[in-house]
């Protein structure tokens, strides 16, 4: 049976708009069309919380619990805490929806640690606890030489209690930009050990002339605490490249958003590494309470993914507020990746799962489509979560937005 798992919320920040060195730009994105496409899944591999990334003609997913199906169609044992696979495009370059790959391993993608309970596929701990490799955004692709493609994935050490809590909060909801509606809902969590813990950076490289279509990329980790404990997990809320440089987002346990950039060259170099303190780029790591590191509307708080639309010229954010068990997805805007941010609002609401932890993991996939960020669309996904006689099931439900 599966675990009951794969939500870790964070605090929804709704915060004004700071001064910054970039003229603002009014807009707001308008949905004219929602398609759902259907339901991404593997045949034989019942996966949670995937994310996207193009690779080659191919799109590649890292995904969080994975576990096969037993002969009646059901997810059974073992568990593994990460996996990854292909999906193709179609003859008109649509997205296809069927994930295969990586020839029946059952091993973490990303591998555990003898200091994560790595005696079995799950990370389960003796006293019933868990670490849960989980990756919260897809590969960052910083290279492609000589045909070898490289990428990075950051990665939080979460060590999470086996019981699911609940908590009663004030929640944004669906509204123009313009309005704040609330409402009070009690939500179901996975309560952490550690609410900070050490970051670990992994590294994937793939030889694009492989020709073995099932082969996935390699991965290795660089450093198990790249991220101390204690520190700002940045790379793991989101990440972007602009002009050979990597932008890596943050967000530890107090909600707050910040921003770090190092050269895509020196990613495993932590003393090249600058900092977004004060409205300006510093070489001193920021602490996780510190004042001025946050940069307001860069998120509605819950995970989600950047990128940057050449349709629009402008960067973005879509996602999931921070307290929400909801498909409902929110985006927000920006001509620069410190600010000003628009306020994020929500423009699309999908079917909320009937499991407690109905709906999570909303992603965008800007590698899903057909002309890149060049045309007036995105394709989103989310996790969904339903009731079934034996417990629960996980759905990928793919849409296509089309913007007015």
């Not at 309005?179 to 009070?184: F, I, K, P």
């Not at 900092?275 to 998120?299: C, E, K, M, R």
Request: proline share 8%; net charge negative.
């Amino acid at each position: 049976m599966a675990w009951p798992v794969r939500f870790l919320p964070s605090l929804l920040l709704l915060q004004g708009v700071s001064s910054a060195t970039v003229a603002k730009r009014a807009f707001t994105p308008t949905v004219k069309n929602a398609t759902v496409i259907g339901n991404v899944a593997d045949p034989v591999i019942h996966r949670d919380s995937c994310g996207s990334t193009r690779i080659g003609d191919r799109a590649f997913w890292t995904c969080r619990d994975s576990q096969p199906y037993d002969s009646n169609g059901v997810p059974t044992l073992p568990i593994w805490a990460s996996s990854a696979s292909w999906s193709g495009f179609n003859h008109d370059g649509t997205p296809a929806l069927e994930q295969y790959g990586g020839d029946g391993d059952r091993n973490p993608y990303f591998p555990y640690t003898a200091s994560e309970c790595n005696d079995n596929s799950a990370g389960g701990c003796e006293d019933g606890s868990r670490y849960a490799i989980w990756p919260d955004s897809p590969p960052l692709i910083t290279s492609t030489v000589d045909n070898v493609v490289t990428a990075y994935t950051w990665i939080r050490k979460a060590h999470i209690n086996p019981e699911v809590c609940t908590r009663t909060a004030h929640v944004h909801v669906s509204a123009p930009p313009t309005q704040a509606l609330y409402r009070v809902l009690t939500i179901p969590y996975l309560s952490t050990v550690d609410p900070d813990p050490a970051t670990s950076l992994y590294k994937l490289t793939y030889d694009l002339g492989t020709t073995d279509p099932n082969v996935l990329p390699t991965v290795s980790l660089v450093n198990e605490d790249f991220w101390p404990h204690g520190s700002i997990p940045y790379g793991v809320y989101g990440n972007v490249i602009e002009d050979d440089i990597a932008y890596l987002f943050g967000q530890p346990s107090n909600g707050v958003v910040s921003l770090a950039k190092v050269p895509l060259g020196s990613i495993e170099d932590q003393s090249q590494y600058q900092f977004w303190v004060n409205n300006a780029w510093t070489s001193s790591v920021p602490l996780i309470n510190d004042a001025n590191i946050s940069i307001p509307n860069v998120s509605a708080g819950g995970q989600g993914n950047y990128y940057f639309s050449t349709y629009w010229d402008k960067w973005v954010w879509i996602g999931q507020a921070g307290i929400s068990v909801s498909a409902d997805f929110f985006i927000t805007t920006s001509d620069s990746l410190t600010g000003p941010w628009e306020s994020p609002f929500n423009f699309y609401s999908g079917q909320t799962g009937s499991y407690p932890l109905g709906a999570y993991s909303l992603q965008a996939h800007p590698g899903l489509n057909p002309n890149g960020t060049s045309t007036n669309e995105i394709y989103i996904s989310y996790t969904k979560n339903d009731v079934t006689d034996f417990g629960s099931v996980f759905s990928t439900p793919l849409i296509h937005i089309l913007w007015a």
